[in-house]
């Protein structure tokens, strides 16, 4: 009995000193997110100016120096167990505070803590780092906000400093040479009046100059000098469009301002043989405005829905609802007409997409490149591989990545801002719908084999589930990364081998067959052909065995020198891969 006593009293003082760290731990994290945090390029020619770029392993020896100041306006700040986590977009090469060290994670990722050297934040006094990273700092976007820090069993906190976009706040405006890449760099610093002058010859055209004019120009216009006045509506005969594509129209003339049951009237009609040599292609169109009405004769659909785009582009933006009576004769002067949207290192939302493509049909636009994974993140339901959106498609502070990937860009440590999100699958099927109607083609890329990272993670957390579960043959069905692989690599973007599915596995042309038919499956039920697929394909490579890297054991002048010996090429190390290029399947690149 009185082991068993001894037993729990210890149990329960342990409890009480642990809760007691925590809670130390947490006061000290709330005092640092507090910090005022300073940015300062210092020097974007480090290398002519003293500082040995090259030894210290920067690409084409180029490197810049800056200075992090944190100010304490409170009370001194003595803890010693936390860490600063930002993201920094140059590699950070050194550290010039013995007080503290940095140390890079993952991506864009950085970790500033304490050494045992640290004593202190003093009460209302500053604290400067230098810092050399590799490349230069030219603008203030290249220091990127929401700095985080975080202790033991506390909760992380943005430091409130960071938390903007509104980067006058958090870096020093650079001025003078700093802006410039290199000593002879000839660009010119754009500043407001600097782009004045550059624009001065451009004139505000008044109402009258804008009277009839199309957006885009068409191949032939002609502008008459009536008016026809749409004050009292239109009277529109959209017979030559389907439901969708005539409610997509009815509803920008409504956002217009413009009544649609009744009116001037405006008729519409498809008549291919009306088109002669290069303007008899898909989405040409003819227009004729006068006192009596309108006729958009079109090549076909789209060639229709452009012509009445284009009675809409000639709507005044405030005014009297007049038009110029013309003739206008149209026809795409380019097949592919894109837009490319990334949702993936920063999430976008349905609502932001469908505004997007409402104002790819005012321009006539008809490629929307929808670039839905990358390293940072997955934005789109697979169904039967849910870790896809619920792991890959948020980020959050969690060092294991079992819950989320690492935050990058910014993001912070919680799964509240852009950093995090996904299209269920019918926002996606609601996005193509709305595409269609709109006489937009849709090509979705899910990048691979590189900038594959929210992927192999998201199949790594599936893995870990389902062996749990003791179903291992359905651990490894769609798994992207091969155990035993252990190159050493490092991506573009610095992520290590994660960032890239191993090609070689069947598990990973398992899962690429898997993705492209449940999207195409979402293709087909909008009712709009999956007719192109992008795959990305580009950047798998190992930075460090480019041109601007050497091996420190026998140096180039000029370049960074590092142990180049000891890095490998994506999958060189992987045994599948090895096994397939001796079998002649696969070749060395």
Not at 415 to 423: E, H, I
């Amino acid at each position: 009995m009185k082991s068993l006593k001894t037993g729990l009293l210890a149990t329960a003082v342990a409890g009480i000193m642990g809760s007691g760290t925590a809670f130390a731990n947490q006061q000290t994290v709330d005092q640092i997110s507090q910090l005022k945090i300073n940015y300062t390029v210092v020097d974007n020619h480090a290398a002519l100016h003293g500082v040995d770029c090259a030894s210290l392993g920067a690409d084409w020896a180029s490197c810049n120096k800056a200075t992090i100041r944190l100010t304490n306006d409170g009370d001194a700040i003595t803890g010693k167990d936390w860490a600063i986590y930002f993201s920094s977009i140059r590699r950070i090469l050194s550290v010039d505070n013995a007080r503290f060290k940095v140390t890079h994670i993952i991506g864009d990722l950085h970790k500033l803590e304490p050494t045992d050297k640290f004593s202190a934040f003093p009460a209302g006094q500053a604290v400067d780092i230098p810092i050399i990273n590799e490349y230069w700092q030219l603008f203030m976007s290249d220091v990127i906000p929401r700095w985080y820090v975080t202790s033991t069993d506390a909760q992380p906190k943005v430091i409130a400093s960071t938390d903007t976009e509104d980067l006058n706040q958090i870096v020093t405006p650079i001025r003078g040479d700093l802006w410039k890449s290199t000593a002879a760099d000839n660009n010119v610093l754009m500043t407001a009046e600097v782009r004045f002058e550059k624009n001065s010859d451009v004139k505000l055209l008044n109402a009258s100059s804008l009277r009839g004019q199309i957006v885009p120009t068409p191949r032939v216009v002609n502008v008459h000098d009536r008016d026809v006045d749409l004050s009292h509506g239109v009277k529109l005969d959209l017979s030559a469009l389907p439901k969708p594509s005539a409610e997509a129209i009815t509803e920008r003339f409504s956002l217009l301002g413009l009544k649609t049951d009744r009116g001037y009237p405006v008729r519409t009609e498809i008549s291919a043989p009306s088109f002669q040599g290069k303007e008899a292609v898909p989405g040409a169109y003819t227009l004729k405005i006068d006192e009596k009405g309108a006729l958009v004769t079109g090549y076909d659909r789209a060639g229709v829905f452009y012509g009445l785009q284009s009675i809409l582009s000639l709507v005044p933006a405030e005014g009297p609802m007049k038009i110029a009576t013309l003739e206008a004769r149209d026809a795409p002067r380019f097949q592919y007409r894109g837009l490319f949207i990334d949702v993936a290192r920063n999430f976008h939302s349905k609502a932001a997409i469908l505004r997007a493509l409402e104002q790819m049909a005012a321009l006539k636009l008809n490629k929307f490149h929808l670039h839905l994974s990358d390293d940072e993140g997955w934005r789109i339901e697979i169904p039967g591989l849910p870790e896809l959106t619920e792991v890959g498609g948020k980020r959050c502070h969690d060092l294991t990545e079992k819950t989320c990937l690492l935050p990058q860009l910014g993001s912070g440590p919680d799964s509240s801002t852009n950093g995090s999100g996904w299209f269920s699958r019918a926002d996606y099927i609601e996005i193509l719908k709305y595409a269609k109607a709109r006489q937009i083609d849709v090509i979705p890329e899910i990048d691979m084999p590189a900038h594959a990272r929210a992927a192999t993670i998201s199949m790594e957390a599936r893995y870990d589930r389902l062996m749990k579960e003791g179903k291992e043959k359905e651990a490894n069905e769609f798994r992207l990364l091969d155990p035993d692989d252990t190159s050493v690599t490092t991506g573009v973007q610095f992520y290590d081998r994660t960032g890239y599915l191993n090609p070689c596995l069947p598990s990973s042309r398992h899962f690429v067959d898997k993705v492209m038919g449940e999207i195409q499956k979402m293709h087909e039920e909008a009712g709009l052909p999956l007719t192109t697929w992008h795959f990305g394909g580009d950047e798998a490579k190992n930075i460090y065995l480019g041109a601007g890297y050497t091996d420190k054991n026998n140096p180039q002048e000029g370049k960074g020198q590092i142990e180049q010996r000891n890095q490998d090429k994506p999958w060189a190390k992987s045994a599948v891969c090895q096994v397939m290029l001796k079998e002649g399947k696969v070749a060395r690149y």
